[in-house]
């Protein structure tokens, strides 16, 4: 069974800028959730979508934004990048609420 | 408010030198409790869930048990294989509930 997959890897993008990130998960699970990992502040919960439904939202601003598609896919957009947007972003996929999450290696996001 | 804090931050050991990680919680209610380890570049691989208090799991050379206040993840005999970052989750039972992860052990194991 294919693990969650996340493209790109790796981004290098200017502050200003706009990006997208693509995750897949694993296949059956309808829940994904996407995380931002930095060391200074670990893993960090942005949101939760469930059936193309956002269920969860963290604090994060406006310019961080998500949907998923009917095949349980998942876009992120981050808008008006900050240098402080740096970061890995992890996906993370489940079958149900009470199950645990398996995640994708992550994007490794720079912004200079 | 829910919060999850791992201690210590950072622990080494040689190899063969048995230790325990500490995960304590605080929310008003727990569906699970997760354990995560994560090397350095890649996301966090799932290890263990626990549910109720008395719970135990294991894998390999890793124990996990689960109190009404607190989680240990135990490392017997530990290899320079073991050496990641753990983290800890858990799932409350709230109006807005989602998962909560701590900031982690990194354990380092010396050959």
């Known amino acids: 069974k294919a693990g969650v997959t996340q493209t790109p890897r790796y981004l290098i993008k200017t502050r200003g800028q706009q990006v997208t990130l693509s995750c897949s998960p694993i296949s059956g699970h309808r829940s994904v959730s996407w995380y931002q990992q930095t060391p200074g502040q670990g893993l960090q919960f942005l949101f939760e979508?469930?059936?193309?439904?956002?269920?969860n939202k963290g604090n994060f601003p406006g310019r961080f934004s998500g949907r998923q598609f009917s095949n349980s896919r998942s876009e992120m957009n981050v808008s008006t990048l900050e240098l402080g947007d740096s970061a890995l972003y992890l996906c993370?996929?489940?079958?149900?609420?009470?199950?645990?999450?398996?995640f994708g290696n992550g994007t490794r996001l720079t912004v200079t | 408010e829910d919060q999850v804090t791992q201690s210590p931050e950072a622990l080494r050991l040689q190899e063969g030198e048995s230790s325990s990680l500490n995960c304590s919680y605080t929310?008003?209610?727990?569906?699970?409790l997760f354990w995560y380890r994560q090397d350095p570049g890649k996301g966090p691989e799932f290890l263990f869930t626990?549910?109720?208090a008395g719970e135990e799991k294991e894998k390999e050379r890793l124990k996990a048990t689960l109190t009404k206040k607190e989680s240990f993840l135990h490392i017997t005999a530990p290899k320079p294989e073991d050496s990641a970052t753990y983290l800890c989750a858990v799932y409350p039972y709230s109006s807005a509930s989602k998962i909560i992860f701590g900031s982690g052990t990194r354990l380092s194991i010396r050959p």
């Open positions: 626990l549910y109720s």
């Open positions: 979508y469930f059936s193309e439904t956002q269920r």
């Open positions: 993370a996929s489940s079958s149900d609420r009470a199950s645990p999450l398996h």
């Open positions: 929310v008003s209610g727990l569906r699970g």
